[in-house]
T-cell receptor, first 111, second 110 residues
Framework: DVKVTQSSRYLVKRTGEKVFLECVQD?????MFWYRQDPGLGLRLIYF???????EKGDIPEGYSVSREKKERFSLILESASTNQTSMYLC??????????FGAGTRLSVL | KNEVEQSPQNLTAQEGEFITINCSYS?????LHWLQQHPGGGIVSLFM???GKKKHGRLIATINIQEKHSSLHITASHPRDSAVYIC????????????FGQGTRLTINP
């Protein structure tokens, strides 16, 4: 019954490393989203995509990029990880104007 | 001021109590979402509503579009209901974007 799968639950990386967070959905949803969640700040949108090869910046895109080569997969890339990118990252997908389904989250620590 | 405000931020109650969590928003929305997040991080979508009321088991969600206000109610609360409940406004835009409230941490004591 798994719908949105994030490749890792916990990840520890070093400053300066290139980090890939992968998200796969099996519901044929057009929309996919990457959020980060921090205490006191709640969930914030990093990037989203409404179609293959399409992407749009969210509220906090700096330091991140994304890739959507296939409809079911949306990757978040940290080109050069920094300690302030330590956070919980959540992927979601939905039909246009539809109810979203979320992944279990990836807790990333950058040392 | 946040576009989506929730209250209370924290709520502790005894098992069996009736719970209400409130959400007010200041933006035009296509729908209002209620989400549940358990310790460990995973988020579950509870409701998506654009008018009236929806019910699922012991959970009830209502929305008043004119007043830009929604409530989530839990009847006969149970310790397993302990979680963070998040209200999110679906913004009227090309792709469905969500603007999130800060969340309400609910603890139900046995």
């Amino acid at each position: 019954d798994v719908k949105v799968t994030q490749s890792s639950r916990y990840l520890v990386k070093r400053t300066g490393e290139k980090v890939f967070l992968e998200c796969v959905q099996d519901m044929d949803h057009e929309n996919m989203f990457w959020y980060r969640q921090d205490p006191g700040l709640g969930l914030r949108l990093i990037y989203f995509s409404y179609d293959v090869k399409m992407k749009e910046k969210g509220d906090i895109p700096e330091g991140y990029s994304v890739s959507r080569e296939k409809k079911e997969r949306f990757s978040l890339i940290l080109e050069s990880a920094s300690t302030n990118q330590t956070s919980m990252y959540l992927c979601a997908s939905s039909y246009p104007r539809g109810r979203g389904d979320f992944g279990a989250g990836t807790r990333l620590s950058v040392l | 001021k946040n576009e989506v405000e929730q209250s209370p931020q924290n709520l502790t109650a005894q098992e069996g109590e009736f719970i209400t969590i409130n959400c007010s928003y200041s933006v035009g929305i296509s729908a209002l979402h209620w989400l549940q997040q358990h310790p460990g991080g995973g988020i579950v979508s509870l409701f998506m509503l654009s008018s009236g009321k929806k019910k699922h088991g012991r959970l009830i969600a209502t929305i008043n579009i004119q007043e830009k206000h929604s409530s989530l109610h839990i009847t006969a609360s149970h310790p397993r209901d302990s979680a963070v409940y998040i209200c999110a406004a679906g913004i009227i835009q090309g792709a469905q974007k969500l603007v999130f409230g800060q969340g309400t941490r609910l603890t139900i004591n046995p």
